[in-house]
């Protein structure tokens, strides 16, 4: 389920936004400390966080640097008590959905929310589909790794054969290999997944 995470000090605005989220159906955790928040969040669950930019201790772009620095890329919406154009501009820059200035518009933050949804559920897919391709990766042998950057890269069985001191009934074996580990047919989807791997052409 898609959770939206609200991190504000004032007790008056986790109360307005809580209950939007409930009126609207959203499942929603609400925090009053930044620091209260980084200590029970989960990267695992999906959903959004809604941070206000300036609280005491750690604000709003604080705590946005603190979960990447943790390793999530949660989407954030900021919410802030002023227009502060220049802190706007940077939390666009770190990657914010959006910056919406209080009151805020129940309009626009659902609208941002929406997005948030849609951009962690691609996210979260493309997480998936890479961990997917980085087990079946671990399954070739040094070797197959060693032929498969070379597939990649365009070369044939012989040129390979050759830089690899080999024969070409050897790189044909391994080429079968590969492709029955990874689950493929066709060179242009070997490509694709070296490329998500992170293995270079």
Not at 10 to 32: C, F, N, P
Not at 37 to 54: K, R, Y
Not at 99 to 126: W, Y
């Amino acid at each position: 389920m898609f959770t939206v995470f609200i991190v504000d000090d004032d007790a008056r605005v986790i109360k307005a936004l809580s209950r939007l989220m409930r009126v609207k159906g959203y499942d929603y955790r609400s925090y009053t400390s930044p620091r209260e928040f980084l200590a029970d969040h989960d990267a695992t669950v999906p959903g959004c966080a809604v941070f206000d930019v300036s609280m005491p201790g750690l604000d709003g772009l604080e705590l946005q640097q603190a979960l990447t620095a943790g390793g999530s890329h949660r989407p954030v919406i900021f919410i802030t008590g002023k227009g502060d154009i220049p802190t706007s501009v940077r939390a666009m820059k770190a990657g914010a959905i959006d910056f919406l200035t209080k009151p805020v518009s129940n309009r626009d933050l659902l609208g941002a929310i929406a997005r948030a949804e849609e951009l962690d559920t691609k996210s979260r897919q493309a997480q998936a589909e890479s961990a997917l391709i980085e087990a079946k990766i671990m399954t070739l042998t040094p070797r197959e790794r060693e032929v498969l950057t070379h597939v990649v890269a365009g070369r044939l069985n012989k040129q390979i054969a050759y830089d690899l001191g080999t024969v070409e009934k050897t790189i044909k074996f391994h080429r079968s290999a590969i492709v029955k580990k990874l689950g493929v047919r066709a060179v242009a989807d070997l490509v694709r997944m070296a490329d998500k791997a992170g293995i270079s052409k």
